[in-house]
């Protein structure tokens, strides 16, 4: 059994986590115990209980003293994903600190985002085409384009095609290719803004922080179409921190 000095230095130890934005999970981690556990600790304590919304606000404060030295790594990459990780900070906090920059200076970073020409996106698709044979699906082409990229040079893959054109058939029709009859839900939006803004916020209380994308991701597709997916969120809101702004979690 551990002392009363260790359980107090224990306790301090959790007070000064907490007090500094780290989530249940995270604390419990770190000292060996469950997030239940740790809940009783701080309770009994008495330290107040903090909504997840309150703990995001901390984390953001917290983030957004580094606002200077992202700025700074900013200027010399361009690149909101370099200072991120660079500076151990989310990327949406990078790019809203960022956007206090003259337009000109930061956009310098993006443009190097439209990586393929049009034309030569829409000969990948007539290349794949031509080699398979048939109606080409996406499924196909990016089994195709596995095989035809390298490390260095990866073929675009059917997001980059959907979302440079609007949708895979809007790509395929631009190509000069057949697609597949539309079904009697194509094009339409099944889940409304508030579906979306349920979904992250039960993503955000489940976990106790502010998901990523990439984490958001992989828990819509583990749930087979029961949430909206990534890109969903993403043509409702624009971009996924303005569907986080408007969950209200940051």
Same mark, same amino acid.
């Given at each position: 059994?551990?002392?009363?000095?260790?359980?107090?230095?224990?306790?301090?130890?959790?007070?000064?986590?907490?007090?500094?934005?780290?989530?249940?999970?995270?604390?419990?981690?770190?000292?060996?115990?469950?997030?239940?556990?740790?809940?009783?600790?701080?309770?009994?304590?008495?330290?107040?209980?903090?909504?997840?919304?309150?703990?995001?606000?901390?984390?953001?404060?917290?983030?957004?003293?580094?606002?200077?030295?992202?700025?700074?790594?900013?200027?010399?990459?361009?690149?909101?994903?370099?200072?991120?990780?660079?500076?151990?900070?989310?990327?949406?906090?990078?790019?809203?600190?960022?956007?206090?920059?003259?337009?000109?200076?930061?956009?310098?970073?993006?443009?190097?985002?439209?990586?393929?020409?049009?034309?030569?996106?829409?000969?990948?698709?007539?290349?794949?085409?031509?080699?398979?044979?048939?109606?080409?699906?996406?499924?196909?082409?990016?089994?195709?384009?596995?095989?035809?990229?390298?490390?260095?040079?990866?073929? =675009? +893959?059917?997001? /980059?095609?959907?979302? &440079? @054109? !609007?949708?895979?058939?809007? %790509? #395929?029709?631009? $190509?000069? *290719?057949?697609?597949?009859?539309?079904?009697?839900?194509?094009?339409?939006?099944?889940?409304?803004?508030?579906?979306?803004?349920?979904?992250?916020?039960?993503?955000?209380?489940?976990?106790?922080?502010?998901?990523?994308?990439?984490?958001?991701?992989?828990?819509?597709?583990?749930?087979?179409?029961?949430? =909206? +997916?990534?890109? /969903?969120?993403?043509? &409702? @809101? !624009?971009?996924?921190?303005? %569907? #986080?702004?408007? $969950?209200? *979690?940051?």
């Amino acid at each position: 059994m551990a002392s009363g000095g260790a359980r107090r230095a224990r306790d301090d130890k959790i007070k000064t986590m907490y007090a500094g934005g780290a989530t249940l999970e995270e604390i419990g981690a770190t000292i060996g115990v469950s997030r239940e556990r740790v809940r009783q600790l701080l309770k009994a304590a008495g330290v107040p209980a903090r909504s997840s919304s309150d703990t995001f606000r901390l984390r953001r404060k917290q983030h957004l003293v580094k606002r200077d030295a992202i700025l700074e790594r900013y200027k010399l990459s361009r690149d909101a994903n370099i200072v991120a990780e660079e500076l151990e900070v989310p990327v949406s906090i990078v790019r809203e600190v960022i956007s206090v920059l003259p337009r000109g200076l930061a956009m310098m970073g993006k443009q190097k985002v439209k990586r393929f020409e049009d034309e030569f996106l829409l000969n990948c698709l007539r290349e794949a085409s031509d080699s398979l044979g048939g109606v080409l699906s996406c499924q196909d082409y990016n089994r195709f384009a596995l095989s035809r990229g390298s490390p260095d040079i990866p073929w =675009p +893959s059917h997001q /980059t095609m959907a979302k &440079r @054109f !609007g949708s895979w058939r809007a %790509a #395929l029709a631009r $190509a000069g *290719l057949s697609s597949n009859p539309a079904t009697p839900i194509t094009g339409q939006l099944l889940f409304e803004e508030a579906h979306c803004i349920d979904a992250l916020r039960e993503v955000a209380r489940a976990w106790g922080r502010l998901p990523t994308a990439n984490e958001y991701e992989v828990y819509a597709r583990a749930s087979n179409g029961g949430v =909206p +997916s990534l890109p /969903t969120i993403r043509n &409702r @809101f !624009g971009t996924w921190f303005e %569907a #986080l702004k408007a $969950a209200g *979690l940051v």
